[in-house]
């Protein structure tokens, strides 16, 4: 069973930034999607951006320009940099790598952590 550690998260300031941090116990070359969501209160979960093995990146329109996926395949880690960030960016992320294990295509999921951003 593959685990996702998440860790970042936290309280800021609008204008302020963060670094979201993703780390998966399964190497890099397996995952072919590595993706970032977030749930506001009273809100559905929905789509931050996301990273390809190919190392493209795409992004939900709210946040392209402001947020930056990157990914470290030497600590199987995904990130997210949110900069600048304003109180609409508050809720909880998660990070979902879609991989392959054997002839399975799974996806697992983050714990999911806080993101808070006061005016």
């Known amino acids: 069973q593959v685990q996702l550690v998440e860790s970042g998260g936290g309280s800021v300031q609008a204008g302020g930034s963060l670094r979201l941090s993703c780390r998966g116990s399964?190497?890099?070359?397996?995952?072919?999607?590595m993706a970032w969501y977030r749930q506001a209160p009273g809100r559905q979960r929905e789509f931050v951006g996301a990273?390809?093995?190919?190392?493209?990146?795409r992004y939900a329109s709210a946040v392209r320009g402001r947020f930056i996926i990157t990914r470290d395949s030497d600590r199987n880690t995904a990130y997210l940099q949110m900069n600048p960030m304003n109180p609409d960016d508050t809720g909880v992320y998660y990070c979902?790598?879609?991989?392959?294990?054997?002839?399975?295509?799974?996806?697992?999921w983050g714990q999911g952590t806080q993101v808070t951003v006061s005016s």
């Open positions: 399964i190497s890099l070359g397996a995952i072919h999607d």
């Open positions: 990273i390809n093995r190919g190392g493209l990146t």
């Open positions: 979902k790598f879609e991989y392959t294990l054997g002839d399975d295509e799974l996806t697992t």
